[in-house]
């Protein structure tokens, strides 16, 4: 299995729960970079 996959973490859920909130913290503690779908479906 490809690497990346093996170090990632992905959070799925309603909105407005507060997943991005999640994420950046778990990003923070974790050394990791985040990535938002919404982000990037924004930038279409």
């Known amino acids: 299995m490809n ?3 093996e170090k990632s973490i992905l959070l799925i859920g309603g ?3 507060g997943k991005s ?3 950046e913290l778990l ?3 974790l050394n ?3 990535i938002s779908i919404d ?3 924004d930038k279409l």
């Open 32 to 34: 990791m970079n985040t």
């Open 39 to 41: 982000a990037e479906k």
């Open 21 to 23: 909130t999640i994420s």
């Open 3 to 5: 690497d990346i996959y």
């Open 27 to 29: 990003g923070k503690k």
């Open 15 to 17: 909105m407005a729960i």
